[in-house]
């Protein structure tokens, strides 16, 4: 039986798969296609790591190592739903919540000392972060807005905020001694195994990664970020927000860059508050309250301090935020500043939402205002820069005039994986950073200074070449330019640009316009065709990938949660990525205080469609290209008739969403001409979804407005949420139709 994989993630997207399964199960059953769901959430992942201290029937297999096994095969087919990227905060309430339900976990360890606590925090350490994204994308990315979405989106445009050339927002970066100014990059002639070590000033070496294995063609790249130079920065960026009061914000990559940004998160905190750690520094190291986790750590942990430390704590950060420049907030009616959690703000969804609005974010007084977006690392700090300087000249963008803007991204086999925690060091004395082949030779070497950030990253040469082919690919498909962001100037850009021009020598170009821009004329460009109504491919790397998937999809649609990502897995599969709009903890939050889930399910109705498309062209099963097909025009009519979840309780939810969403869809199967017996089957269904549509809404409703418990924020009970989130009655009667 041919099958598809479902994963079963985190938060919002968790809570939706429970209602829309069932549908997705009766469906697909009708093709001779089994639905099968893997456990990739932060809690599965670390309760998979940890089976020699669990029970036996509280041990679960390791569903991501399988996931990513499958994924290097032909037989893939997984559709991939948005899920925790666990900073430390995260990993913490995630572990406390399963020790609290019963299951026998060590804490995470801040500073382990022992066999134990180094074991523990080594295990740890593998579900930190983007951990699940690098393992399942065996295959480069081809992300883009569906004609229906888009033509949804220009015919419903969304809220832009008016722009003016006196706006007074801009991005800091450092522009030297960062990552993007020291990165150094090697193309490896044969297949080795590199090692990384450090030397300090008395030339005694240590080991930081003792195998680093590599294939012929290789890209190879280290780079440092300097905190001496880092320090100073900030402490400018803190005084100019101040002078010429803006709002101060920092916008990193805590989840991705899931060890450089939180230790470079840390020194922010302390630069906006340099006298409480001035004088209570190392109170607080003492402590474990790290400034790396953020300042709602600090402030949740105060009760391990003795009460005079806690009482000048308390009043140094009031006194620093009374005296420095106003804070940007992720939500000022609770008082959470962008320096609470690491996580809380992520540059590629936190830019583009302050472009959309006016090149505002909201201040502790609870409006807009002007801000100051610090970006420490200058690689792409640019394209914003671009972007805020296009909306000072020419206004706001028109969402429903405005041009699109596919992505091709190089993410396959883990290329250009900068957060990988593995590579990335934060140097504890001076000396020196090598990466020496296994002749010894020096391939990459930088002075650091005691707290540098030093990190190094891989990029294989079949995903590059892969990478190529699919950016011709669809520029022939599609008739757009391709522009590939990559700047000569810079290191790994430069080893990248002349692996692009070999490999677009393969292919057959002729009529094609294929372009190499730097990531700053590039944005120009695209913005100037977007402008036109035109369209244009961006062909990125992996943290540009990431980047602009959420920048122009959020400018173009409101949301990056309504693109097709698929990603054509290198040994013939298909992963099939579910949009970017992260796992939604406000969506959750709401949905436990008034049992209104707002979740937009559309990016999985649009991975569904390529996902029974691509069994049909694998297998030969033209069931599959029914369901494929009348799913998609289903999805079209979804848009057109509005059925979006709203945001207000009382309106329908995601649960009505997916109602609608199988109304329309046993409505198209059974007006299809194709296959007379599904049509007759999908028939009955259709007919009892329409007659009974006011019954299935009222019970959808009329749950709505109390608060919700699903025993569990990362580790919910099961039959809770699945009742919960299948209210109505009446609709999983008629879905059992399907499986008579």
């Given at each position: 039986?041919?099958?598809?994989?479902?994963?079963?993630?985190?938060?919002?997207?968790?809570?939706?798969?429970?209602?829309?399964?069932?549908?997705?199960?009766?469906?697909?059953?009708?093709?001779?296609?089994?639905?099968?769901?893997?456990?990739?959430?932060?809690?599965?992942?670390?309760?998979?790591?940890?089976?020699?201290?669990?029970?036996?029937?509280?041990?679960?297999?390791?569903?991501?190592?399988?996931?990513?096994?499958?994924?290097?095969?032909?037989?893939?087919?997984?559709?991939?739903?948005?899920?925790?990227?666990?900073?430390?905060?995260?990993?913490?309430?995630?572990?406390?919540?399963?020790?609290?339900?019963?299951?026998?976990?060590?804490?995470?360890?801040?500073?382990?000392?022992?066999?134990?606590?180094?074991?523990?925090?080594?295990?740890?350490?593998?579900?930190?972060?983007?951990?699940?994204?690098?393992?399942?994308?065996?295959?480069?990315?081809?992300?883009?807005?569906?004609?229906?979405?888009?033509?949804?989106?220009?015919?419903?445009?969304?809220?832009?905020?008016?722009?003016?050339?006196?706006?007074?927002?801009?991005?800091?970066?450092?522009?030297?001694?960062?990552?993007?100014?020291?990165?150094?990059?090697?193309?490896?002639?044969?297949?080795?195994?590199?090692?990384?070590?450090?030397?300090?000033?008395?030339?005694?070496?240590?080991?930081?990664?003792?195998?680093?294995?590599?294939?012929?063609?290789?890209?190879?790249?280290?780079?440092?970020?300097?905190?001496?130079?880092?320090?100073?920065f900030l402490k400018a960026q803190v005084a100019l927000a101040k002078q010429e009061d803006l709002l101060f914000s920092v916008h990193l990559k805590a989840t991705m860059m899931k060890v450089s940004d939180p230790i470079i998160f840390g020194h922010v905190v302390k630069a906006f508050l340099p006298e409480l750690f001035a004088t209570y520094g190392e109170q607080l190291a003492a402590a474990g309250l790290s400034p790396s986790n953020g300042l709602a750590s600090i402030l949740g942990g105060l009760d391990a301090l003795p009460a005079d430390v806690r009482d000048g704590v308390k009043a140094a950060i009031e006194k620093g935020m009374a005296e420095g420049p106003k804070?940007?907030?992720?939500?000022?009616?609770?008082?959470?500043?962008?320096?609470?959690?690491?996580?809380?703000?992520?540059?590629?969804?936190?830019?583009?939402?302050?472009?959309?609005?006016?090149?505002?974010?909201?201040?502790?007084?609870?409006?807009?205002?002007?801000?100051?977006?610090?970006?420490?690392?200058?690689?792409?700090?640019?394209?914003?820069?671009?972007?805020?300087?296009?909306?000072?000249?020419?206004?706001?963008?028109?969402?429903?005039?405005?041009?699109?803007?596919?992505?091709?991204?190089?993410?396959?086999?883990?290329?250009?994986?900068?957060?990988?925690?593995?590579?990335?060091?934060?140097?504890?004395?001076?000396?020196?950073?090598?990466?020496?082949?296994?002749?010894?030779?020096?391939?990459?070497?930088?002075?650091?200074?005691?707290?540098?950030?030093?990190?190094?990253?891989?990029?294989?040469?079949?995903?590059?070449?892969?990478?190529?082919?699919?950016?011709?690919?669809?520029?022939?498909?599609?008739?757009?330019?391709?522009?590939?962001?990559?700047?000569?100037s810079r290191a790994h850009d430069a080893n990248l640009i002349a692996k692009v021009r070999e490999y677009l020598g393969e292919h057959d170009t002729e009529g094609l316009q294929i372009e190499i821009m730097t990531p700053e004329k590039a944005t120009a460009f695209t913005l100037e065709r977007i402008r036109k109504g035109e369209d244009t491919i961006s062909v990125s790397g992996n943290v540009l990938r990431d980047y602009l998937t959420d920048l122009f999809p959020i400018l173009e649609l409101g949301t990056s949660a309504k693109m097709l990502s698929v990603v054509p897995l290198m040994n013939g599969g298909g992963l099939f990525e579910t949009g970017a709009g992260g796992?939604?903890?406000?969506?959750?939050?709401?949905?436990?205080?008034?049992?209104?889930?707002?979740?937009?399910?559309?990016?999985?109705?649009?991975?569904?469609?390529?996902?029974?498309?691509?069994?049909?062209?694998?297998?030969?099963?033209?069931?599959?290209?029914?369901?494929?097909?009348?799913?998609?025009?289903?999805?079209?009519?979804?848009?057109?008739?509005?059925?979006?979840?709203?945001?207000?309780?009382?309106?329908?939810?995601?649960?009505?969403?997916?109602?609608?969403?199988?109304?329309?869809?046993?409505?198209?199967?059974?007006?299809?001409?194709?296959?007379?017996?599904?049509?007759?089957?999908?028939?009955?269904?259709?007919?009892?979804?329409?007659?009974?549509?006011?019954?299935?809404?009222?019970?959808?409703?009329?749950?709505?407005?109390?608060?919700?418990?699903?025993?569990?924020?990362?580790?919910?009970?099961?039959?809770?949420?699945?009742?919960?989130?299948?209210?109505?009655?009446?609709?999983?009667?008629?879905?059992?139709?399907?499986?008579?």
């Amino acid at each position: 039986m041919a099958k598809i994989i479902y994963t079963h993630t985190d938060e919002a997207p968790m809570l939706a798969t429970y209602s829309f399964l069932p549908v997705i199960e009766a469906f697909a059953s009708t093709a001779g296609v089994d639905i099968e769901t893997r456990d990739i959430s932060l809690s599965g992942r670390i309760l998979s790591l940890f089976g020699d201290r669990l029970t036996e029937d509280q041990q679960v297999p390791d569903a991501l190592a399988e996931l990513g096994a499958l994924a290097k095969t032909p037989e893939a087919n997984i559709i991939k739903l948005p899920n925790i990227s666990a900073s430390i905060p995260q990993l913490k309430a995630a572990i406390a919540e399963l020790q609290g339900q019963g299951y026998a976990l060590p804490d995470y360890p801040d500073a382990p000392a022992t066999d134990e606590e180094k074991e523990a925090r080594a295990r740890y350490d593998k579900v930190k972060g983007s951990a699940v994204n690098p393992v399942l994308r065996e295959g480069n990315s081809d992300r883009r807005a569906p004609a229906s979405v888009k033509n949804f989106a220009r015919q419903n445009p969304h809220s832009m905020g008016a722009w003016t050339p006196e706006s007074k927002t801009r991005v800091a970066s450092m522009g030297a001694d960062d990552f993007r100014s020291n990165e150094k990059s090697v193309v490896l002639d044969a297949e080795d195994t590199l090692r990384i070590q450090f030397v300090d000033a008395d030339g005694a070496t240590t080991v930081l990664k003792e195998s680093v294995p590599v294939l012929a063609g290789e890209v190879v790249d280290g780079t440092v970020m300097r905190v001496a130079a880092l320090d100073e920065f900030l402490k400018a960026q803190v005084a100019l927000a101040k002078q010429e009061d803006l709002l101060f914000s920092v916008h990193l990559k805590a989840t991705m860059m899931k060890v450089s940004d939180p230790i470079i998160f840390g020194h922010v905190v302390k630069a906006f508050l340099p006298e409480l750690f001035a004088t209570y520094g190392e109170q607080l190291a003492a402590a474990g309250l790290s400034p790396s986790n953020g300042l709602a750590s600090i402030l949740g942990g105060l009760d391990a301090l003795p009460a005079d430390v806690r009482d000048g704590v308390k009043a140094a950060i009031e006194k620093g935020m009374a005296e420095g420049p106003k804070l940007a907030m992720v939500d000022s009616d609770r008082g959470i500043t962008n320096l609470h959690v690491p996580s809380d703000v992520i540059v590629d969804a936190s830019m583009p939402a302050m472009i959309r609005s006016s090149g505002h974010m909201w201040g502790p007084d609870g409006s807009e205002a002007d801000t100051l977006a610090v970006i420490p690392d200058s690689s792409y700090a640019g394209i914003y820069t671009a972007v805020l300087d296009d909306c000072r000249a020419n206004g706001a963008f028109d969402p429903t005039t405005m041009g699109t803007v596919p992505n091709v991204g190089l993410m396959a086999q883990a290329a250009e994986e900068y957060g990988s925690h593995d590579k990335t060091f934060e140097i504890a004395a001076a000396g020196t950073v090598q990466v020496l082949d296994r002749a010894g030779t020096v391939l990459i070497e930088h002075e650091v200074q005691p707290g540098d950030i030093w990190r190094a990253c891989q990029t294989k040469d079949a995903p590059i070449r892969d990478w190529v082919k699919l950016a011709v690919t669809r520029a022939r498909a599609s008739g757009m330019p391709a522009v590939f962001w990559l700047d000569e100037s810079r290191a790994h850009d430069a080893n990248l640009i002349a692996k692009v021009r070999e490999y677009l020598g393969e292919h057959d170009t002729e009529g094609l316009q294929i372009e190499i821009m730097t990531p700053e004329k590039a944005t120009a460009f695209t913005l100037e065709r977007i402008r036109k109504g035109e369209d244009t491919i961006s062909v990125s790397g992996n943290v540009l990938r990431d980047y602009l998937t959420d920048l122009f999809p959020i400018l173009e649609l409101g949301t990056s949660a309504k693109m097709l990502s698929v990603v054509p897995l290198m040994n013939g599969g298909g992963l099939f990525e579910t949009g970017a709009g992260g796992s939604a903890p406000k969506h959750v939050q709401q949905f436990l205080k008034e049992n209104h889930l707002r979740w937009d399910s559309l990016g999985e109705f649009l991975a569904l469609a390529v996902s029974f498309e691509h069994l049909a062209v694998s297998t030969g099963n033209a069931r599959a290209q029914i369901l494929a097909d009348t799913l998609d025009r289903a999805t079209g009519t979804f848009l057109l008739e509005n059925k979006s979840p709203s945001r207000r309780v009382g309106e329908i939810d995601n649960r009505g969403s997916h109602f609608y969403l199988a109304r329309y869809w046993a409505q198209e199967l059974a007006q299809q001409t194709e296959d007379t017996e599904l049509a007759q089957a999908f028939s009955v269904v259709a007919e009892a979804l329409a007659s009974n549509e006011e019954t299935i809404v009222a019970e959808l409703l009329a749950v709505q407005g109390s608060p919700v418990d699903i025993a569990g924020y990362y580790h919910p009970d099961v039959t809770k949420v699945a009742s919960a989130m299948r209210p109505s009655q009446k609709l999983q009667e008629v879905l059992a139709i399907l499986a008579a």
